[in-house]
């Protein structure tokens, strides 16, 4: 078996792997992210790691896994080391990425994360902790309080459960200790992230102490951001392949596409990275940007997901080549982009054939069934609000209608084979219990438009949403999803004809 990535490694590595480009161990650590996954890894840390090959010291990153020890025991033994493989077709570039520090594990040394977000070195926090981390109400946005993990939060605030209460924790101990105020950055998929975690952050420091909230509101800054990478999960075949690529095994690596996108509001409490000097957009307002790559890029992946996993395509790339698919994504991108507001610097156009070609992206392997997971928190910004906008508008949306009626059909648990599956979302419980027994697509629509977490109050209310939503249903059940894909599509060359 190949030796484990190290620094000591690290010099025998072959020539055409990238090396850091700065003296790990003179830089200090600015930075501490919260949610070490591979996104977090094949994206803001790269960036940081960026930065200080191009000369800006002290910007190294502290990890934090806010639940698992799995990550930590990747991670460690390679002294924070990992490789980044960026795939294109048939080319692979290979970096070593030396920007981490190491990874501490949350519920088994609070303390040290305390310290850590408290420290005088550190000026910003990075968060990739999905949408479900944040413990928000999903229909209003705000802390939800009776969050289990809140109220432990609240209960004993010195030993946090969330990652809103070990934010609490640490700028409590800033603020006592005279120390400055912190950037935290949201990189999370939410609509307002940075408005999102800042009310968060203050609605828990006020149940605290009003003098906290006081001294956060005037000394922290909430930047809100864009992020745009596609990262599919490490399969083990990638590891051995890198290992007989490198001589060296990576047990922390991570594969991504060339494509790159951060894009972040340019407010910042503290010492302010020179994150432009490496690609990265700074900007006044992120929320159109934001917009449109919800209902885009993730948009579509949500539809392919569902769709894709049930018509038996493990991977986006062939889902994507399968009949109708393609055509049905345009659709279901012409009707999202209606509801886009004009952006300037943004070509909708070009937007859409780059994420065409980065679905079709074959090296990447990324797996319909990752981007099926959470669709419960997903939903909402990516195709729902969507939806509504349309409604609004007085424009009808059959291929938005369609990719919801593939989420709803996922809620079954059962694929078109008859094998059942888990279905993992923080409300897949609720989903499913709402179409326990019901055996006609139309109310099992109904049902599931009811969930005001997911839909709102109007939504449900909507016959002419109900209809359409339920009539795709019924359609999927019928034919499968595939074939109703490829019908959906046909209909569309049909009219485009006529």
């Given at each position: 078996m190949s030796e484990r990535l190290s620094p000591q490694l690290l010099g025998a590595a072959p020539a055409k792997v990238l090396r850091p480009a700065y003296a790990r161990a003179a830089m200090q650590a600015g930075v501490v992210h919260l949610g070490v996954g591979a996104f977090h890894r094949a994206h803001q840390a790269a960036f940081f790691d960026a930065l200080m090959g191009e000369g800006e010291p002290d910007w190294m990153i502290i990890g934090a896994s806010?639940?698992?020890?799995?990550?930590?025991?990747?991670?460690?033994?390679?002294?924070?080391?990992?490789?980044?493989?960026?795939?294109d077709q048939d080319a692979e570039r290979l970096r070593v990425i030396g920007a981490l520090r190491?990874?501490?594990?949350?519920?088994?040394?609070?303390?040290?994360?305390?310290?850590?977000?408290?420290?005088?070195?550190?000026?910003?926090?990075?968060?990739?902790?999905?949408?479900?981390?944040?413990?928000?109400?999903?229909?209003?946005?705000?802390?939800?309080?009776?969050?289990?993990?809140?109220?432990?939060?609240?209960?004993?605030?010195?030993?946090?459960?969330?990652?809103?209460g070990f934010l609490m924790a640490a700028l409590e101990k800033r603020s006592g200790r005279g120390l400055s105020g912190l950037t935290l950055i949201s990189c999370d998929n939410l609509p307002q992230n940075g408005a999102r975690l800042r009310?968060?952050?203050?609605?828990?420091?006020?149940?605290?102490?009003?003098?906290?909230?006081?001294?956060?509101?005037?000394?922290?800054?909430?930047?809100?951001?864009m992020v745009d990478r596609i990262v599919p999960a490490t399969q083990a075949e990638?590891?051995?392949?890198?290992?007989?690529?490198?001589?060296?095994?990576?047990?922390?690596?991570?594969?991504?596409?060339?494509?790159?996108q951060w894009v972040v509001e340019d407010w910042f409490a503290g010492r302010r990275p020179s994150l432009e000097r490496v690609g990265v957009q700074m900007t006044r307002d992120v929320g159109g940007w934001e917009t449109a790559k919800l209902r885009l890029l993730n948009g579509a992946h949500s539809a392919i997901a569902y769709l894709g996993a049930m018509a038996g395509h493990e991977y986006v790339h062939t889902a994507l080549a399968a009949p109708g698919f393609a055509r049905f994504i345009g659709a279901l991108w012409d009707e999202a982009q209606a509801t886009l507001a004009p952006l300037e610097g943004f070509d909708a156009g070009l937007y859409r054939a780059a994420l065409m070609a980065r679905f079709a992206n074959a090296a990447l392997q990324h797996r319909t069934r990752q981007i099926a997971l959470d669709g419960s928190q997903k939903l909402p910004q990516r195709l729902v609000q969507a939806l509504r906008e349309r409604r609004r508008q007085g424009l009808t949306a059959p291929a938005l209608c369609l990719a919801i009626a593939g989420w709803m059909?996922?809620?079954?648990?059962?694929?078109e084979n008859g094998a059942a599956f888990a279905v993992e979302a923080p409300l897949a419980a609720r989903t499913q219990q709402a179409i326990a027994g019901l055996r006609d697509p139309h109310d099992q629509a109904r049902?599931?438009?009811?969930?005001?977490?997911?839909?709102?109050?109007?939504?449900?209310?909507?016959?002419?949403?109900?209809?359409?939503i339920g009539e795709a249903l019924r359609r999927i059940y019928a034919i499968g999803a595939g074939a109703c894909v490829a019908e959906f599509a046909q209909l569309i060359e049909e009219k485009t004809r006529a």
């Open positions: 806010l639940r698992s020890q799995a990550v930590a025991d990747q991670l460690n033994p390679q002294e924070g080391l990992y490789t980044l493989a960026i795939r190491h990874v501490l594990v949350a519920p088994q040394a609070p303390a040290a994360l305390i310290a850590a977000l408290a420290a005088p070195a550190t000026q910003a926090v990075t968060l990739t902790i999905t949408e479900k981390g944040y413990c928000l109400d999903p229909s209003s946005g705000a802390l939800n309080l009776e969050h289990p993990d809140i109220v432990a939060d609240l209960s004993a605030p010195t030993r946090p459960t969330s990652a809103i009310g968060a952050v203050l609605a828990l420091a006020r149940r605290r102490s009003p003098l906290l909230a006081d001294w956060i509101e005037q000394s922290c800054a909430f930047p809100s951001t990638d590891i051995a392949a890198l290992a007989a690529l490198t001589g060296y095994r990576d047990e922390a690596m991570v594969k991504t596409e060339p494509f790159a059909r996922w809620q079954a648990g059962v694929d049902a599931l438009l009811f969930i005001e977490e997911i839909f709102g109050a109007d939504l449900g209310a909507d016959r002419a949403v109900a209809q359409a």
